[in-house]
């Protein structure tokens, strides 16, 4: 059963008959059967839609540090991952990107809530 409504909605399956009650107006109650589960899935796929699903790759391993230094740091752990047998599916560039970010440096921007006035 699917009960197509914007108002607030009761479901009572503790009695014979069921009972299905919306306090809106407008609403339809649409009963779907099917011989099985993934026929009903179907069904109700055709009647909202398909949801939109990242990629595959997109739940698979990533690869991600606090922040790479250069290209060749993160190329050598690209390799010994994958001569490992570890199924690398994307690469994150951590920080790096944030600029200025030097331990401990009065100079850094790292972890500051706003730039400072210029």
């Given at each position: 059963?699917?009960?197509?409504?914007?108002?607030?909605?009761?479901?009572?399956?503790?009695?014979?008959?069921?009972?299905?009650?919306?306090?809106?107006?407008?609403?339809?109650?649409?009963?779907?059967?099917?011989?099985?589960?993934?026929?009903?899935?179907?069904?109700?796929?055709?009647?909202?839609?398909r949801p939109l699903v990242p990629p595959r790759k997109m739940f698979g391993l990533w690869l991600s540090e606090y922040g790479f230094d250069n290209w060749n740091e993160l190329d050598d752990k690209l390799i010994t991952l994958q001569q490992n047998s570890f199924p690398i599916d994307g690469v994150v560039m951590d920080l790096q990107w944030f600029g200025n970010v030097e331990a401990y440096s009065a100079n850094s921007q790292m972890g500051r809530a706003r730039l400072p006035r210029s």
């Open positions: 059963m699917y009960l197509d409504t914007l108002a607030a909605a009761k479901w009572d399956f503790t009695q014979q008959p069921w009972k299905v009650s919306a306090a809106g107006d407008e609403s339809s109650l649409l009963f779907m059967a099917g011989k099985d589960l993934p026929e009903l899935r179907s069904q109700f796929m055709q009647l909202v839609g």
